[in-house]
């Protein structure tokens, strides 16, 4: 009991549709023009769910082809779209989603190249299964299925019980949506967690967990503060009444450090990371600004001050107790981080093809 009075004592009480309001299709039409290109794809099939709830990692049939109706007749198209079979060899079942793909496809079609999520989470614990050179990059309906199969981090998305958790009662629909941004390489250092409560913006955590120098200049905390606070000022805050000014968003900075494109929302809950932040300072942060005991009008900044920074100095991959199956221990002898996800990433789609 005592555990549930701190909770509520330190985070606001949200309600199902408050929630909801972080989910991508709720916020991405309204911030789309400071946003990343994106695609939604909605409503999907039950069999698609069934699919990512499914044990182990492999493919639906025809996501690997040029066309995923190329090997099924007029017939059969519309049964294998909406179902799926028992796999007599291998005892598990079979889906295609031969719509999806083409929807997919399109999307790589106009943007290039994507990288996947869910309504909430996307799957960046899986990122190794794909070239390391190119994190999360989705050139074909595979690419995207492996991913979301390989994550942990989906789960929360599949399951109301977790995406509803911290609230009373349960929304009267919830639909899993598959969402498409346009990929493009991002420079990590540039990227900033910001935490609003009560319409404040109370601190902004570096992202990337990795020491920089620069980040340490002077005038850089003056600089990203500002820019953050102006982009935030003039686009979001007073602009989304329903998360009644709790909430936290994700931005990335132009290499000027001018201007931001938000990547993303989230709750302001225990369960989004408050990074480099405790939720316990945060909470001091809003007392003193609401009190005027305050004499700082930016938010507080955190960056990694130096190579011995705890976060810093730890050498484990991010996500490493996602990163590799007992199974692939002995193909990781005498290869680099990339030369392993690479053969990895071949030995299961090898497997798959199978």
Same mark, same amino acid.
């Given at each position: 009991m005592p555990a549930v009075v701190q909770r509520q004592a330190t985070f606001p009480i949200s309600s199902p549709g408050t929630i909801l309001a972080f989910q991508f299709s709720s916020w991405?039409?309204?911030?789309?023009?400071?946003?990343?290109?994106?695609?939604?794809?909605?409503? &999907?099939? #039950?069999? +698609?769910?069934?699919?990512?709830?499914s044990d182990g990692v492999f493919l639906p049939d025809g996501s690997e082809n040029g066309s995923s109706q190329s090997t099924l007749?007029?017939?059969?198209?519309?049964v294998e779209d909406s179902s799926s079979e028992p796999d007599s060899e291998y005892g598990r079942e079979r889906f295609a989603f031969p719509e999806l793909d083409k929807q997919i496809r399109q999307?790589?079609?106009?943007?290039?190249?994507? +990288?996947?999520?869910?309504?909430f989470s996307s799957p960046r614990d899986a990122a190794w299964v794909l070239p390391v050179s190119s994190p999360l990059r989705c050139a074909s309906p595979a690419d995207v299925?492996?991913?979301?199969?390989?994550?942990?981090?989906?789960?929360?998305?599949?399951?109301?019980?977790?995406?509803?958790?911290?609230?009373?009662?349960?929304?009267? #629909?919830y639909e899993l949506e598959l969402v498409l941004r346009k990929w493009y390489p991002v420079d990590r250092v540039r990227e900033f967690r910001c935490f609003v409560r009560q319409d404040v913006l109370l601190g902004i955590s570096q992202r990337d967990p990795n020491y920089y120098? +620069? &980040?340490?200049?002077?005038?850089?905390?003056?600089?990203?503060?500002?820019?953050?606070?102006?982009?935030w000022e003039e686009n979001v805050k007073g602009n989304w009444e329903v998360t009644r000014g709790n909430y936290t968003f994700d931005v990335l900075l132009t290499r000027d450090l001018k201007r931001g494109h938000i990547i993303d929302f989230n709750p302001y809950t225990s369960n989004t990371d408050p990074l480099l932040f405790t939720y316990d300072e945060l909470l001091t942060l809003l007392q003193d600004r609401l009190s005027g005991d305050s004499s700082r009008t930016l938010p507080a900044f955190k960056v990694i001050d130096?190579?011995?920074?705890?976060?810093? #100095?730890?050498?484990?991959?991010?996500?490493?107790?996602?990163?590799?199956? +007992?199974?692939? &221990?002995?193909?990781?002898?005498?290869?680099?981080?990339?030369?392993?996800a690479e053969t990895w990433a071949n030995e299961i789609r090898t497997s798959m093809r199978n």
């Amino acid at each position: 009991m005592p555990a549930v009075v701190q909770r509520q004592a330190t985070f606001p009480i949200s309600s199902p549709g408050t929630i909801l309001a972080f989910q991508f299709s709720s916020w991405y039409p309204r911030f789309r023009q400071i946003s990343i290109k994106s695609t939604i794809i909605k409503p &999907l099939d #039950a069999s +698609f769910l069934q699919y990512l709830n499914s044990d182990g990692v492999f493919l639906p049939d025809g996501s690997e082809n040029g066309s995923s109706q190329s090997t099924l007749s007029d017939d059969e198209d519309e049964v294998e779209d909406s179902s799926s079979e028992p796999d007599s060899e291998y005892g598990r079942e079979r889906f295609a989603f031969p719509e999806l793909d083409k929807q997919i496809r399109q999307a790589i079609s106009e943007y290039g190249a994507v +990288f996947p999520k869910l309504n909430f989470s996307s799957p960046r614990d899986a990122a190794w299964v794909l070239p390391v050179s190119s994190p999360l990059r989705c050139a074909s309906p595979a690419d995207v299925y492996l991913l979301l199969k390989s994550s942990d981090f989906i789960s929360h998305d599949l399951d109301q019980d977790m995406v509803f958790q911290y609230c009373e009662g349960r929304p009267q #629909a919830y639909e899993l949506e598959l969402v498409l941004r346009k990929w493009y390489p991002v420079d990590r250092v540039r990227e900033f967690r910001c935490f609003v409560r009560q319409d404040v913006l109370l601190g902004i955590s570096q992202r990337d967990p990795n020491y920089y120098p +620069f &980040l340490n200049e002077r005038d850089m905390e003056r600089r990203v503060t500002e820019a953050i606070s102006r982009v935030w000022e003039e686009n979001v805050k007073g602009n989304w009444e329903v998360t009644r000014g709790n909430y936290t968003f994700d931005v990335l900075l132009t290499r000027d450090l001018k201007r931001g494109h938000i990547i993303d929302f989230n709750p302001y809950t225990s369960n989004t990371d408050p990074l480099l932040f405790t939720y316990d300072e945060l909470l001091t942060l809003l007392q003193d600004r609401l009190s005027g005991d305050s004499s700082r009008t930016l938010p507080a900044f955190k960056v990694i001050d130096s190579p011995a920074h705890p976060v810093a #100095a730890s050498n484990a991959p991010i996500h490493q107790h996602n990163m590799v199956p +007992f199974e692939a &221990l002995s193909l990781s002898s005498g290869k680099d981080i990339e030369e392993f996800a690479e053969t990895w990433a071949n030995e299961i789609r090898t497997s798959m093809r199978n």
